[in-house]
């Protein structure tokens, strides 16, 4: 099934050409009237989508156990941390827009403490395992800054270092969960306050259109090293996952489609579209972006400076991701 992308996301033939373009324009709300075909259940067909040929999934270093009341989740190796199932009814994805839905994850996992950073890339391009991130750039990251973010890279980038290193993609609703929790917070740290310097890196009214890339955020132009904004830190009883908000936007493993009403139960997306959704704001995003239901999407092939990516350590997927390069 082909869904027509609405008109604010981005215009995935210049994508694709200019690896420096600017951040992609996120959905503050529900998608425009342009998206005609909503997707009803987001749960994973019993086959991949046609036009995105792949072999297998990708590998996991090892699972988790399935959900059972109250039990206690494995411990995560250092630098990830781990989140829980849901509650047997799930939570609501979406909340508060069109598109709000119940949501099952049914197996806890192990989120990346961090985005993944340039000196972890660095190792995976050393391996011969990775291709290295577009360089063209002012506020490239790759290969100087180590404690900060990799940027500049395109999803199959992504997808390829977190196979590397025996981990995956988080699917869309898993970063969903990861970020808001059971109290269903609109930021990863709260309902309050209000995101500033002091809770993540963003730009308070955004970038101006004419300089979406330039010298702004709270650290000026391109991201910070990874933590350093602790007081924005999503806490969980295993620890704190850092810079869910704001620093880069970061890849999901998910096809981005607008969200139907449905209750579903461990969703992962895939359609016939080069498009994945991105999630968390990026460095050159306003106050609205830091929200944790916040959507943008992005081609495939996208690399700019404000998105990245972080891994999960959890269940293989039901079905096969797709295969760009």
């Known amino acids: 099934m082909r869904h027509t992308l609405p008109a604010v996301l981005l215009a995935c033939s210049a994508c694709a050409a200019t690896p420096s373009a600017p951040a992609p324009a996120p959905l503050a709300t529900a998608p425009s009237a342009a998206a005609t075909a909503p997707v009803t259940s987001v749960a994973a067909p019993a086959s991949p989508a046609t036009g995105t040929p792949s072999t297998e999934p990708a ?8 959900y059972e009341a109250g039990a206690a989740i494995a411990t995560c190796p250092d630098g990830e941390i781990a989140v829980p199932p849901t509650p047997a009814d799930g939570f609501t994805m979406a909340k508060g827009l069109k598109g709000a839905h119940r949501v099952v994850l ?10 993944v950073t340039v000196r972890e890339y660095a190792r995976c391009v ?41 981990k995956r993609l988080p699917t869309e609703a898993e970063w969903e969960w990861t970020a808001t929790g059971p109290e269903q917070y609109r930021y990863p740290w709260g309902n309050e306050p209000e995101p500033s310097c002091d809770t993540c890196d963003y730009t308070k009214f955004g970038a101006p259109k004419w300089e979406a890339g330039g010298d702004i955020g709270c650290g000026g132009g391109g991201p910070s090293p990874v933590g350093t904004h602790p007081k924005g830190d999503r806490v969980w009883p ?3 996952i850092h810079d869910l908000a704001g620093n880069v936007w970061e890849w999901v493993e998910d096809a981005y489609a607008p969200f139907g009403n449905d209750p579903v139960t461990d969703p992962v997306v895939r359609l016939d579209v080069a498009v994945h ?45 797709p295969h760009y390069e």
Request: proline share 11%; glycine share 12%; hydrophobic share 35%.
């Open 106 to 115: 049914t197996h806890g996992f192990c989120m990346d403490q961090n985005e």
């Open 277 to 321: 959704a991105i999630r968390g704001g990026g460095w050159n995003r306003s106050y609205a972006a830091m929200v944790v239901t916040y959507r943008g999407a992005a081609h495939y092939s996208y690399q700019v400076p404000a998105l990245g990516f972080r891994c999960v350590r959890g269940e293989p997927l039901p079905t096969p991701s």
């Open 126 to 166: 050393e391996a011969g395992a990775c291709k290295e991130p577009w360089r063209g750039d002012p506020y490239s990251t790759y290969p100087t800054k180590l404690d900060e973010p990799v940027n500049l890279v395109s999803w199959p980038k992504a997808h390829a270092f977190c196979e590397w290193a025996g």
């Open 238 to 240: 295993g620890g704190a």
């Open 59 to 66: 590998p996991v270093a090892s699972t988790l156990p399935p």
